[in-house]
């Protein structure tokens, strides 16, 4: 069975850091793109970040010189870190991920269960 563990999420005031991160395991072939989204109330979800498996990042505006997306591939592991946080950042954070069980395999989505970040103004 594959999962995704997702760690690092709490309660931050405006203007902290925190770090999150996203371990996949499993018998796994290749994870190629992997990436954060999130979902405030009442709003759609929507992606972070995302980071290629050779590094490649990319970053929703609302982010940009503040988050850092990053991945350990020997440990099949993401992060996010988010610095200089708003209480707009404040939402239920996803990790995503695009594998393959096998080289013969179709790559599929994975999901992790979400972790809550509360940013108090």
């Known amino acids: 069975q594959v999962q995704l563990v997702e760690s690092g999420g709490g309660l931050v005031q405006a203007g902290g850091s925190l770090r999150l991160s996203c371990a996949a395991s499993g018998s796994i072939f290749s994870i190629n793109a992997m990436g954060w989204y999130r979902q405030a109330p009442g709003k759609q979800r929507e992606l972070v970040a995302s980071?290629?498996?050779?590094?490649?990042?990319n970053y929703a505006d609302s982010v940009k010189g503040r988050f850092t997306i990053a991945r350990d591939n020997a440990k099949n592991t993401m992060y996010l870190q988010m610095n200089s946080l708003k209480p707009e950042d404040t939402a239920v954070y996803y990790c995503?991920?695009?594998?393959?069980?096998?080289?013969?395999?179709?790559?599929?989505?994975?999901w992790g269960q979400g972790t809550q970040v509360t940013v108090s103004s």
């Open positions: 980071i290629t498996s050779l590094g490649s990042t």
């Open positions: 995503n991920a695009d594998l393959r069980l096998r080289i013969s395999a179709p790559p599929i989505d994975y």
